[in-house]
């Protein structure tokens, strides 16, 4: 299948800072990505949406100032938590779809970023 | 995008087939049932998507009724490496359309 990149794989960060995360795909054209946060025991959460070349849309809740995504390619998204406060601290997994047949069939995931903040 | 409802956790032993079913009574027409696999710690992995009666692949079928209102995953003689979560979407597919992921059922595969 195809590859989606994601890094780092993990991050600790102080309070206060900002951390980006960068999310690629290696062998397709991705005209969508998304965003996801994951919690300890819990599901996938879908943070936001976007399309290379606009601006994401976000999920009810989720503060599009925090969470900054730039999809300025079609191998590259970027997600950046400012000001991060331990309350962050989560693993979070960026996703991929293509544009056309076969690659927009299916969503292919990166291997998580899981990010501390102290 | 329609609901799903899966069991939370099921136990099986290594060489046993499981079947993992999901229930999504509210499915549209244009949807696809997908399953993915997470591990620990890692992103989910494809593993199946149907749209009706039956999908077979090197690592899992999937089965789906005519009223495609639940489908079944059914994993073939399992191992110890398939202990993980398994996640039933519905949605369309293409583009923009959204992935929304529901509880998932937490498999557990014992010697």
């Known amino acids: 299948g195809a590859v989606v990149s994601q890094h780092p794989s993990w991050v600790i960060c102080k309070s206060g800072t900002s951390v980006k995360i960068e999310c690629r795909s290696l062998d397709f054209q991705a005209t969508t990505m998304f965003w996801y946060r994951q919690f300890p025991k819990q599901s996938l959460m879908l943070m936001a949406t976007?399309?290379?070349?606009?601006?994401?849309?976000?999920e009810q809740g989720v503060e599009k100032d925090k969470f900054l995504i730039n999809h300025a390619s079609l191998t590259l998204s970027t997600l950046t938590v400012t000001s991060a406060h331990p309350e962050d601290s989560s693993f979070y997994i960026c996703s991929a779809r293509g544009g056309q047949k076969p690659m927009n069939t299916e969503a292919f995931f990166g291997q998580g970023t899981r990010l501390t903040v102290v | 995008l329609a609901k799903t409802t899966q069991p939370i956790s099921m136990d099986s032993y290594e060489g046993q087939e499981v079947n993992i079913t999901c229930s999504h009574n509210n499915i549209a027409t244009n949807d696809y049932i997908t399953w993915y696999q997470q591990f620990p710690s890692q992103g989910p992995r494809f593993i199946i998507q149907?749209?009706?009666t039956k999908v077979t692949n090197e690592v899992a079928s999937l089965f789906i009724p005519a009223d495609r209102k639940s489908s079944t995953l059914s994993l073939p003689r399992v191992s110890l490496s398939d202990t993980a979560v398994y996640y039933c979407l519905v949605g369309r597919t293409g583009g923009g359309n959204k992935l929304t992921f529901g509880t998932g059922t937490q498999l557990k595969v014992e010697l």
């Open positions: 149907g749209y009706k």
């Open positions: 976007s399309n290379e070349g606009s601006k994401a849309t976000y």
